[in-house]
T-cell receptor, first 112, second 114 residues
Framework: ETGVTQTPRHLVMGMTNKKSLKCEQHLGHNAMYWYKQSAKKPLELMFVYNFKEQTENNSVPSRFSPECPNSSHLFLHLHTLQPEDSALYLC???????????FGEGSRLTVL | DQQVKQNSPSLSVQEGRISILNCDYTNSMFDYFLWYKKYPAEGPTFLISISSIKDKNEDGRFTVFLNKSAKHLSLHIVPSQPGDSAVYFCAARGFGGATNKLIFGTGTLLAVQP
């Protein structure tokens, strides 16, 4: 139990579908993150939220839409994705001002 | 352009010997470096970190060394155990601030042979 929970763990979707990934943290952290991990590539930072406000959008295509209703929950809404978007999507949280991220177990996304 | 590089995709070590994982970075503004460990089907977990004002940090079997002039850090695991077999990611934090913009390397798969 890492304190950061992601659902679903696995998702298969067509290019015209609309789906969402959910992340929840019970650690009392103020910052939440979405990272993407593709095969043989570094973890890529997608979005950062601090106290529910988006502070970073790392040039992510608009077919990925994040939502942070409160400091404990983070969503990634997916719409008209491409097969190359298939990857492991990792959510993380951190207390403000420290160096350590706490990761969830990831959502494995496959786009057909 | 990768700012954090792990040039060895894999490493195999005998149980009881030392494992040395290497990481190079390009940006001298990074102020904090971390190592994460990842098992299959799990998220990365924090292992050890070092501030840019230090050159060594030790935690049990794990020691991280930082050579700022060479922009190089390494993780030493001694003695290595089969349970250490995992992918190890090096990460660097950029530019301070309230959130942690960690930039990761591609990872090194460590296999510790019994």
């Amino acid at each position: 139990e890492t304190g950061v929970t992601q659902t679903p763990r696995h998702l298969v979707m067509g290019m015209t579908n609309k789906k969402s990934l959910k992340c929840e943290q019970h650690l009392g952290h103020n910052a939440m993150y979405w990272y993407k991990q593709s095969a043989k590539k570094p973890l890529e930072l997608m979005f950062v939220y601090n106290f529910k406000e988006q502070t970073e959008n790392n040039s992510v295509p608009s077919r990925f839409s994040p939502e942070c209703p409160n400091s404990s929950h983070l969503f990634l809404h997916l719409h008209t994705l491409q097969p190359e978007d298939s990857a492991l999507y990792l959510c993380a949280s951190s207390p403000s001002g420290t160096g350590e991220l706490f990761f969830g177990e990831g959502s494995r996304l496959t786009v057909l | 352009d990768q700012q954090v590089k792990q040039n060895s995709p894999s490493l195999s070590v005998q149980e009881g010997r030392i494992s040395i994982l290497n990481c190079d970075y390009t940006n001298s503004m990074f102020d904090y470096f971390l190592w994460y460990k990842k098992y299959p089907a799990e998220g990365p977990t924090f292992l050890i970190s070092i501030s840019s004002i230090k050159d060594k940090n030790e935690d049990g079997r794990f020691t991280v060394f930082l050579n700022k002039s060479a922009k190089h850090l390494s993780l030493h695991i001694v003695p290595s155990q089969p349970g250490d077999s995992a992918v190890y990611f090096c990460a660097a934090r950029g530019f301070g601030g309230a959130t942690n913009k960690l930039i990761f390397g591609t990872g090194t798969l460590l296999a510790v042979q019994p």
